[in-house]
């Protein structure tokens, strides 16, 4: 069993970087409080005897050796945060992977395949889109051309961040065989809650289409310019995701709509936009779910066009298809579940993880654990001590399945 | 008559200070650009022999002496663009003027009113909120600290840039005895062009009302939080956008609604917002027309928070009512476009201009004259030399008519 105690007490102890005055976290990939928690995580696992190893891109793999030179198996998930993030969306999932190494360390038990802990570089996609690119890049979903040169919003790259913050590694970004992985994450999602359940025994992931949405009208005076001889991308815009918004809720509970962001140029009160650009974020658990979405923005798009005389722009930015995880590693959380008593259901994870590109390569699944109110991407994240217990004691369990003994 | 080659060209010299690869002009207020582009002005000022003097709000005054120790006659508009502006836009009623003198140079006419050419200080309100602000303060709209005070979006405000381009002038800001008021301007809208007419005897300015809506939602993940299950500040801001604008359309033709910027927070694409910022203009020719906008904002409002759960603000930004202008001033101009038999129609503005604020204290009335399209607040807008001469000659016939010679 694992010590929830000291579990919890790294999870506060890495919070306070980048710590927000709201209680949340601001530890966006790549920055300097990026670099100060991988420094954290790199002492914590130095100290029980772990080599660290950094890749190219900036991938950190902590690893504790086994008794025989078996293909390692994994664990871990991203330690960078949303702008206003919590503080244990990714974290737990690294912090319950180290308090694993750290029992074992304690119980002097020597696994027999090396077991390693992994930190994946820019899961969020807040800071460079899309999500999850270190273990995309790693996985072979990107090149590394393509992972170097994703830009910010101020247009830095996460080749020189990477070099800047001193995580740009040498080991090579590609994988290696891998008995098994998991990774431990809270739900962020109100189901587990609802149901009033410890632990989600992880089927899957649902699919992600990300679109840069751009709506092209023609800047004019918003005094002396008549209403009808405008094309106002503000207009368009809104009428785009007032459609869609009632598409994608009338379509299936399971879609999914965001607008996370959204700016106008040149953004002057007075003039009607030259443009409006919105991020926009489409799921369903199905393809074909996630494929009508896509036909119905396309034709959505089409119907705005013809009644503002706008031009609209929508250019691809991700897709990331609905995966299933592997039956054995599910088999192993349910064993591990079963053996520990914790109630439990089996779920499709809403949000996109590291072992989406992992299950490219390697034997995966995850384990959930709730959250309060299903809240994440939010500063009052939160999650209870007994949970995240419970859901490191399964990922020992299930780690120690694959691993032996 | 004045010379419309020598105006043409002046308006092309000024035209290259912020000229932009799209062929307009980004010479916001305070900036650097503004600072070159008065200091052109005021060169040529100079070099017919006026004395220049500028207030504590950076308004310039170019005065020619009269042979009487009259109240001055006054015109001129403003230098200052929006981000994504035209050649002509204020800057055309500051060179018309300065055209005037000219003339009046050349032909060694001296009137008995001085006469004055004024530079008003951030026009736009583009850069700082709001517009007519020069003006505003020196006709005792607003007080000079609240001026000062106004703050563009990297929170630099008018107080420090006036003095950091070294137009924070002694003299106080505030009315002197003025004997009459002209300001020439591109209409920026589509009247004139339509009608084939080359004057427009600009009778009033139509009412403007400036809003920042913003809309408080909850950030949560894009992906697990079920839809029934947020508030989303983007589905409020687009349903409030469509229902107003449906409103507006079916008021009155005369009905003006634009949302010139807009912005979420904190802008990441998988975080459904904490909040839209939307910087909202409303406008009619009428009092009542514009309250009644104003009441269709609040009742929209409403509607949307009960249907999104959202919490949405309005704050008063700006208010500037419909304006009528002197009859005697208007009589000037009528009477100087039919002396010189140059097609015209009486009209009401729809942009705001210094005129508005001046009018306050002094006896004002305006000249437009067509441009291109009815374009304005974009970088191609564009008029016609001989419509710019023919506007200039109107002017000088109104001044002299008031000055007396
Ligand atoms: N876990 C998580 O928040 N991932 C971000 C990728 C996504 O948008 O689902
Ligand atoms: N003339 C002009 O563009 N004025 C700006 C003020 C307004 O918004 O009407």
Redesign the pocket.
Known sequence: RIDGTRLWDSLMEMAQIGGTPAGGCNRQALTDEDKQGRDLFARWCREIGCEIRVDRMGNIFARRAGSEDLPPVITGSHLDTQPTGGKF??VYGVLAGLEVLRTLEQNKVTTRAPLEVVVWTN???ARFSP??IGSGVWAGEFSLEYGHGRADKEGKTIGNELERIGYLGDMPAEPKPITAAFEA?IE?GPILEKQEQVIGVVTGVQG?RWYDVTFHGTPCHAGPTPMEDRRDPVQAMSLLCQKLYAEVKTFSEDARMTCGDLRAEPGSRNTVPEKVVLALDLRHPQPEGLEHLHQSLHRVVEEVQQATGTTIEVRDEWHSPPVAFNEDCIAAVDKAVNALGYSHRKMVSG???DSVYVSRVAPVSMIFVPCAGGL??NEAESAEAEHLEAGGNVLLQAMLDRAGI
């Open positions: 969306d990714g899961e969020e996609g999500a999850m994450h962020q992600i949000a996109g993880h994440s991407h």
